[in-house]
T-cell receptor, first 114, second 114 residues
Framework: AQSVSQHNHHVILSEAASLELGCNYSYGGTVNLFWYVQYPGQHLQLLLKYFSGDPLVKGIKGFEAEFIKSKFSFNLRKPSVQWSDTAEYFCAVNDRTGGFKTIFGAGTRLFVKA | DVKVTQSSRYLVKRTGEKVFLECVQD?????MFWYRQDPGLGLRLIYFSYDVKMKEKGDIPEGYSVSREKKERFSLILESASTNQTSMYLC?????????????FGPGTRLTVL
């Protein structure tokens, strides 16, 4: 069965620090990969996604993620975090050929100190 | 803007009660999903639907049923609520054309079963 593993459940950073959140998935087929974010009191929303082409994808608010197929990874990065990046981040994967069932990771809570 | 609305933000029910959670989307999306969100477990798919009157089981369908009589509306039913169904329930929708289409989420319903 597919699974998604997020390495850190809680991350605390100071403003201007660099961020990298790890995500690994287990699935041998062709996948679509997503990062969703949930800001305090707000809906889950898409941050970025990868489905084909350049494995380095850029999303909203200066976030980017790199798909490394050989490592089954899709890590999220931001060079300099802001207090407003405090949120919970979810990595997700679905099978490109198998329909719409999407598997989410457990989430990483990021707290950015001002 | 896509809007996904859920009938209640907070709900308190007693063990054994029948519970209805309603979700409505206004963007003519074919796909609709019900997840539950629990700390440390991320989002887990309960059921999804890719068309009116169609439904597919997700990873944790036990104790739940769904109904999709109209394209814009997807209902989650707890036939006999139990305390282990206390959770945050999220509804989402997406276009069916591609598996990489993002899901749009509602605000969630926090259900407490006493």
């Amino acid at each position: 069965a597919q699974s998604v593993s997020q390495h850190n459940h809680h991350v605390i950073l100071s403003e201007a620090a660099s961020l990298e959140l790890g995500c690994n998935y287990s699935y041998g087929g062709t996948v679509n990969l997503f990062w969703y974010v949930q800001y305090p009191g707000q809906h889950l929303q898409l941050l970025l996604k990868y489905f084909s082409g350049d494995p380095l994808v850029k999303g909203i608010k200066g976030f980017e993620a790199e798909f490394i197929k050989s490592k089954f990874s899709f890590n999220l990065r931001k060079p300099s975090v802001q207090w407003s990046d405090t949120a919970e981040y979810f990595c997700a994967v679905n099978d490109r050929t198998g329909g719409f069932k999407t598997i989410f990771g457990a989430g990483t809570r990021l707290f950015v100190k001002a | 803007d896509v809007k996904v609305t859920q009938s209640s933000r907070y709900l308190v029910k007693r063990t054994g009660e029948k519970v209805f959670l309603e979700c409505v989307q206004d963007m003519d999306h074919e796909n609709m999903f019900w997840y539950r969100q629990d700390p440390g477990l991320g989002l887990r798919l309960i059921y999804f639907s890719y068309d009116v009157k169609m439904k597919e089981k997700g990873d944790i369908p036990e104790g739940y049923s769904v109904s999709r009589e109209k394209k814009e509306r997807f209902s989650l039913i707890l036939e006999s609520a139990s305390t282990n169904q206390t959770s945050m329930y999220l509804c989402a929708s997406s276009f069916r054309a591609h598996s990489y289409n993002e899901q749009f989420f509602g605000p969630g319903t926090r259900l407490t079963v006493l």
